[in-house]
């Protein structure tokens, strides 16, 4: 089972990017995909999720600016990160979620780093 991350770097404040988050060894249509973000010694945040249908919802300060999609042929979930600000300045990691009858299945990505800075 493996989930990896791709598609962060250093960009300018109001500058794009475009997060990629691979799966392999499970059935990632059949699994939620969040990305989350976490800052040194902070907890890890939510930032979107997407559901096995498609349903998206997002925290409140990235509405408008970041989108989360799936691409299931290709076992992949994607956040487009659009007018970017230094405070969305973190690593950022991809999870795929299954709630099964007895126990819950949570992967990890290794995360990727976004940096925001002039």
């Known amino acids: 089972v493996q989930l990896v991350e791709s598609g962060g770097g250093l960009v300018q404040p109001g500058g794009s990017l475009r997060l990629s988050c691979a799966a392999s060894?499970?059935?990632?249509?059949?699994?939620?995909a969040s990305w989350y973000r976490q800052d040194p010694g902070k907890q890890r945040e939510l930032v979107a999720r997407i559901t096995r249908d498609g349903t998206t919802d997002y925290l409140d300060t990235v509405k408008g600016r970041f989108t989360i999609s799936r691409d299931n042929a290709e076992n992949s979930a994607y956040l487009q990160l659009n007018g970017l600000k230094p405070e969305d300045t973190t690593v950022y990691y991809c999870k795929a979620a299954k709630v099964f009858p007895e126990r819950r299945v949570n992967y990890w990505g290794q995360g990727t780093l976004v940096t925001v800075s002039s």
């Open positions: 060894g499970f059935t990632f249509s059949t699994y939620a």
